[in-house]
């Protein structure tokens, strides 16, 4: 049975055939000759071999000395090597691999347009362990030695413009730790290319390095000087310049405050590079003068705002001008609230950009900033105009101001957050600028949640107007997947992989996915010394991990309390009923329990689902015991488990015995089952789940209905208080 051969050319030479090291080569030439056998890939007539390898000699010691070497060949590798009177070749016969075969093989397969190919491209790299063939100098072979340049050069220019590809992808993904790698490789390669070093000093900001950052920046000068006779470009000395000023920073620090005083690291920017490079092309767009009005959708904490503020982390290492607002939920409608936020902004840090303007759009910019009138106090303003054309003026002030902002600094990007709080004035205003300000490098970036906005928002009307000017562009944030939560846990260093899969799975699971929902979950572990840090290690209290599941941290009861609080009371009025049937329920038994048609109480639902503290499921082949006289009815679950008890803790004892009295009616209208309802025992005296509490992970404790237990155990499980 013919064995494995590997040949590994990429870095020193190393021949082996089933793992074994290959030696017995009478000379470094017949591994020269096997080499360069095995890359062409193609019969050589033997004369061009003898003079390949031996230039230096008379023909017939040439050919004398050829015999022996294929001798050799022929003797360690007679299902490889196929030699003839005429011609000499490497054909296997067998298994063969051979890394810079599969190296060129894989840089072939990356195209632009197929992002799957990238990773074909990284093992690529990865193969590529040094210049072919590194150390072997068969002497008297010139023309070995100039063809064994040109194929070192020619590899090395393919893996360097692949190391400059990843990185360029992983930046564009904000995955900073994996471009950081591939551009240091490519300095490592080629010291003096100093794009290479302007990225690696940007990389090295935003990884919150930026003293090492700064140090690049010297390594570059000092390179370019001593090798070239150079300096460094101006957009090199620029990005040094905002590294210092503080422009491009890590972010950290705004986002850690409670995670730093309880040791935790920072969550990492994980499961999100889809969405950074949509922005990103967003972004482009917008320089290059044909942006849209860009929106981020999501549910509450599920990473808008993180989102675009990496975003707008690398915007200022670009050299952009940065202008942040935020719409603020007011009892009254407060107009152009965000706006006047901005041009404050503006004023405190640019106020020669409001000099600059005429007197006419400075006199107008005063309604919305009081303080411009210390600027120029001396300013009579004109009559006042109709209220349309007041209006108008007033959005074409706000214009002038960006457009001159623009000139000044090349780029402008304005955020605006939480635009479900925007006024209808500063919505009309967006859509003004929008479409006044297209062709300029203006990016308008927006972020709201979609279940907050009424069905007569004016942002949806904004929307579907642009829409049909393509003006607009939507990203829908969804929660973390599994994998993007693992990935986010093996930064606590020091946990076992079985207690990362234990940790990463029951977050998944009791988070839903939520960001936020899962920073919370991990401060309040940390809080009750579950997940702890031992000599700067992480480690997981795993018996009370699994113990303690039902517990809420009180930071997540007050968020979706705020959250049911937001609903409409018919909604309002549901969420109880439906907790107490347990984790899953029946639309037509909560339909029963307060007395209304199935298709009313669905529009009460409606909003459950928008708020995604409900979701629709498929009915299993056996259902719950509570739930088998309505195994065909619609059917929802709450979103995740912490959902579900948070919404029962709300209830007190007597809503409690009264609910559970009008579900137990609606579903068995029995006298017995009315009267167990109504002993229903304090949180302290509740019965213990049918399956052992040491058994179950963390937050993920079976629903009552996933036990088989009666509505009474429901009610005993959801008065276990936090």
Known sequence: ?????????????????????????????????????????????????????????????????????????????????????????????????????????????????????????????????????????????????????LQREHLRQQVMQSCYTLAAHHLLRAEYAEALRHTMRLIKMEPWHEEAHRQAMLLFALSGQRSVALAQFKLCQQLLSQELGIEPEEETVALDQRIRAGTVSDGVAARSGPEAALRLPPLSFVGRGDAFAWLMGQYEAARAGAGALTLIEGTEGVGKTYLAEEMLRFVASTGALLLRTRCHAFSQTVAYQPVSDLLRAVFTHTPEAFAALPDYWLIKLRQLLPELYALKPNLVAPPLLSEPLERQHLFEAVAVLLNELEQRHGEVVVFVDDLHHADPATVDLLNYLTHRCHGAAIWYLGAYQAELLAPNHPLLKLCAELRRTHQVATLGLGNLSLPAIRHLVEGLVGLEPATLTLLSTELHTVSGGNPLLLRCILEDLVEREILCLVRDDWWLHTRRFMSEAEQVPPVIQALISARVERLPPEAQALLPLAALIGRSFALDLLAKAVGRDVPEVVRWVAPLLTCQLVQEVVAPAQPEPLLREHAGALRYEFVNPLIWRAVGNRLSEGERRRLVEQLTVASRGSATTMHSATSVRRPHQARPVTCSRSTKPWGSAVAPRETGADPVVALDLLGART
């Open 1 to 149: 049975m013919i064995g494995l051969l590997e040949l590994t050319l990429l870095g020193h030479l190393r021949i082996s055939y089933n793992g074994a090291l290959v030696t017995g080569f009478v000379s470094n030439k017949a591994q020269a000759l096997l080499g360069y056998l095995a890359i062409t890939g193609q019969p050589h007539p033997r004369d061009d071999l003898a003079a390949l390898l031996w230039s230096d000699m008379p023909e017939a010691e040439a050919k004398a000395n050829l015999r022996v070497v294929l001798c050799n060949l022929r003797q360690l590798f007679p299902d490889y090597v196929q030699v003839n009177r005429k011609t000499v070749a490497f054909q296997p016969q067998g298994p063969c691999w051979i890394d810079a075969t599969a190296f060129q093989a894989s840089v072939q397969q990356y195209a632009p347009a197929k992002g799957e190919t990238i990773t074909a491209l990284r093992a690529a790299v990865e193969l590529y362990q040094g210049d072919l063939m590194h150390g072997l100098q068969p002497r008297g072979a010139l023309l070995f030695e100039e063809w064994l340049l």
